[in-house]
């Protein structure tokens, strides 16, 4: 079966540092991986999925199949990034069901 | 697109009473409706999902049950709580195509 892990729960940086998020996953097909978001008192909503290959908010992430990763980056990290962030997978056989890792609570400290 | 109803915002029931939580869809059809669980350090977990009315699929035995009386109505029920089934609801909802789900804002279901 699919998993999605994400080996920290908490990540405290600076404002300005940089910040990478980590998610890996173990899944034999060929997944499609998503980022989605969680800032104080709103929605869950996605940020960005790796087949669009975009930067939203200055976030980027790129699926290494070789290392099963797909990791969320961002070179200057900003107060207003501080949310929970979750990485996501969905098989592709399975349409759009996804699999969520456990999350990481983002703190960006000024 | 599409906007997700979820109510009651806040609820507190006491072990062995029923549950019904509601969720909505507007500004689409035929969506895919999802239910998961929400746990600090768990992150969120699928309980239920459904493709079409009256379609409901189970990722996990639990006490819960889902229905889906309507295209854009999907119910989350217990017959009789747990201290278990305490925790944080989200209803969810995506077309098969664009495969991004759009959540609802969430319940907060404290089993006493």
């Known amino acids: 079966a699919q998993r999605v892990t994400q080996p920290e729960k908490l990540l405290s940086v600076f404002k300005g540092a940089p910040v990478e998020l980590k998610c890996n996953y173990s899944?034999?097909?060929?997944?499609?991986l998503f980022w989605y978001v969680q800032y104080s008192r709103q929605r869950l909503q996605l940020l960005l999925r790796?087949?669009s290959r975009e930067s939203i908010k200055g976030f980027t992430a790129d699926l290494n199949k070789g290392e099963t990763s797909f990791h969320l980056k961002k070179p200057f990290a900003q107060e207003e990034d501080s949310a929970m962030y979750y990485c996501?997978?969905?098989?592709?056989?399975?349409?759009?069901?996804?699999?969520f890792g456990e999350g990481t609570q983002l703190t960006v400290n000024p | 697109s599409q906007t997700i109803h979820q109510w009651p915002a806040t609820l507190v029931q006491p072990v062995g009473s029923p549950l019904s939580l509601e969720c909505t869809v507007e500004?689409?059809?035929?969506?895919?409706l999802y239910w998961y669980r929400q746990a600090a350090g768990r992150g969120l977990q699928l309980l239920f999902y459904?493709?079409?009315?009256?379609?409901i699929s189970s990722e996990v035995p639990q006490n819960l049950s889902a229905s889906r009386p309507q295209d854009r109505q999907f119910i989350l029920s217990s017959k009789k709580l747990l201290l278990s089934d305490s925790g944080f609801y989200l209803c969810?909802?995506?077309?098969?195509?664009?495969?991004?789900?759009?959540f609802g804002p969430g319940t907060r279901l404290t089993v006493l």
């Open positions: 459904s493709v079409g009315i009256g379609q």
């Open positions: 969810a909802a995506d077309k098969s195509s664009y495969n991004e789900q759009f």
């Open positions: 996501a997978l969905s098989k592709e056989t399975s349409g759009s069901r996804l699999t």
């Open positions: 790796h087949i």
């Open positions: 500004g689409t059809s035929n969506p895919n």
């Open positions: 899944y034999s097909g060929s997944p499609e």
